[in-house]
């Protein structure tokens, strides 16, 4: 643990979709410059906990603390201005723009001439050059490329600058970053993930891999039906305990 | 480090093929015509016909690229144009309007039809194709009731010369349009938010939406401009044939659509060509026009039209196919046994068609006169 305090605290988070349960009593804590996995079965409540702390759903009890102070988040555009944003599996990029338009699609920069404003092509590129470079570690050889012409490791290079630049970020929600991944591409996400991790920010990764969660993560969340199973540090625990939590055939508690 | 190292042939041609495509179509037309018939296609005043002939639907293709970026499809314009045409001569012969609020009229009116299509599409949802379908109809509708088969003519000459006029010793007007508006689009698309939402609606909108575009505003802007450049037209009409009439403009959608698709703007989304638009129209003019050189009958155009359409489409999703396999030739089309059925429909079908035209041949009697 690198910070005594966590970003981010979630505590007794509940949420219902009519009668059923998609949560109950969750707790969680983000710490910066940790990378936590959460894992666990389809429909365990691994999205539904996200979704709650990326601001898309309210819990229907339960706080979230930021910096140990209460947080309300109203939308998702909320949870950005805090610093929380995600990069989701389908990786909501334009395929026929290129890097820099996608990284500043919905929030492009202009400059104005003789009253009328237009898009500031130039300096969105250099800008988008400069992030993936020294924030990412990533250069493309040629920007003006199409993003379908980008591979995985790429366009999620490009995902996650969009969210580097756009807010003060502080906490970095990753939903299934490898999942279409072949295994080069996959060992350069997780090199990426272990980049950003060493700028202070706390990760969320979620991931049905646990090769790549026993490889990058420090602490690993396990959901079962809607709880938390139990949360381990990755460098006292295995592979058989994880499973063994993700199936329940070991009690543990939290 | 991540670097992109591949990079063949393809991908380097790919930026400019929406551009080769129609060029290379224009040469061949100007080869073919050049062999065929040099003298009159050449001629100086030919030239000014297909340029005249393009400039009518510059316009409107620069507007439409923007629709099928979008994945969008506007069918209605012809008869926006006939509408707002018809509105406008009635607000100069016989409201007796100054002709220039009679063309500012017209622009209007044609953004207000774009308008209502793009909220019959985004609001009520009906699908494009359908929407300005049903709305070609009403407006096609409305021309003919208010001009009740009346050809409404003479017109100022401000008309008139946004029509056919001419500056001395340089391009006629009309073209001058053409390519200001061209130059208007070429800006919208490469350095206005609403070129790079058209773009990024067509590509994904799933994602356009994720990222805080408002994709239904834009969507409805593509058909606002559209109306507009459908209601220059319709006064360029006007001012060229110095008359109009409920029923002009009958090929409008098809012939501009058309222009656009050839051009290389995707009817998938996403692919924008404005120059490829510019080459597509031209391309078409030369084309219709070569067909009037040979005195081939004015009603092939819309076979023309058509052929080229599908062509069009048909190349460019060859073209996009990345798993191409050339390899194996025509034989592997047959072993593939869905399409033996198909081909033995075919077979059948053209079978029994010609069963029937022998019965019918060796049944028939003398023809019976008509009328």
Redesign the interface.
Known sequence: MVNEKPIISMKKINKRFGGVKALESVNLEAYSGEVLAIVGDNGAGKSTLIKVLTGVYQPTDGTIEMDGKDLVMNSH?DAIEKGIDAVYQ????????DAA?NMF????L?KKFAGIS??D?EKMRSEAERVLKERL??????M??PAE???G??RQ?IAIARAVYHSDLRVLVMDEPTAALGPQETA?TLKLIDTLKAQGLAIILISHSLDDVFEVSDRIHVMRRGKCAGVVKTNETDKQEVLGLIVGANKQAA | ?????T?NLN?KLE?YIAIIGPLAMIFLIMGFMGVVEPARYFRLSNLNIILMEAALYLPMAMAMTFVITQRGIDLSIGSVAALTAIIMAFLIKVYAFPAWVGVLCALTIGSLFGLLNGLIITKFKVPDLIGTLAMDLVYRGFALVLAKGLVLARFPDLITDIGRGRLPNFLPIPVLIGIATFVLGY?LL????FG?YS??I???P???E????SVDRYKVYAYMLMGAMAGLAGVMLTGKLNAVQATSAPYFNLHVIAAVVVGGTSLFG??AAMLGSFAGVLLLSMMINALVTLRIEFFWQSVASGVVIILSVAFYTWLQKKDRDGAKGIKAVFASPDNLKLFKLVGVISAVLIVLLAIGNLTSGTPAVSG
């Open positions: 555009s389908t990786l909501a990029l334009a395929d026929h723009l338009s699609l919905g929030a492009e202009s237009y898009l092509n570690g990533v250069v493309l050889k040629n003006d490329a012409s980008l591979s490791g790429q290079a350069r | 480090m991540t670097v992109l190292t990079k991908e930026p800006f490469k350095r206005t938010f790079r773009i990024a067509g590509s994904n799933e994602a356009a994720m990222t805080g575009i996403g692919r």
